[in-house]
């Protein structure tokens, strides 16, 4: 099993860039395919970024595609979202998530994942 612990939100306006970070403690990172999902007020959780386990395959949503990168450093067991020009719309609650692997795959289907962290806020004022 493995915990998550997300930081790095906060109140930014719009075009400005945050880092969130998420570190993964109790079993090694470099085992599970992690992902990053957003629950914006009033709605579902929605998927936003994915990273395989070696680090080497990425994948967006579409709406964050171009602004937002995905990264990690197993050695720090810790996964990164950077979030570039941020909209009004991407204010929400950032949430790391983590699920075994055994290819280097990685997926946005959030009910594949079955550990998450306790999520951050991001608020983007416009």
């Known amino acids: 099993q493995v915990q998550l612990v997300e930081s790095g939100g906060g109140l930014v306006q719009a075009g400005d860039s945050l880092r969130l970070s998420c570190a993964a403690s109790?079993?090694?990172?470099?085992?599970?395919?992690m992902g990053w999902f957003r629950q914006p007020p009033g709605k579902e959780r929605e998927f936003v970024a994915g990273?395989?386990?070696?680090?080497?395959?990425?994948f967006y949503a579409d709406s964050v595609k171009g602004r937002f990168t995905i990264s990690r450093d197993n050695d720090k067991n810790t996964v990164f979202l950077q979030m570039n020009s941020l909209k009004a719309e991407d204010t929400a609650v950032y949430y790391c998530?983590?699920?075994?692997?055994?290819?280097?795959?990685?997926?946005?289907?959030?009910?594949?994942?079955?550990?998450w962290g306790q999520g951050t806020q991001v608020t983007v004022s416009s």
């Open positions: 990273i395989s386990r070696s680090g080497d395959n990425t």
């Open positions: 109790g079993r090694t990172a470099d085992n599970y395919a």
């Open positions: 998530a983590a699920k075994v692997s055994l290819s280097d795959s990685t997926s946005g289907n959030k009910n594949l994942y079955p550990y």
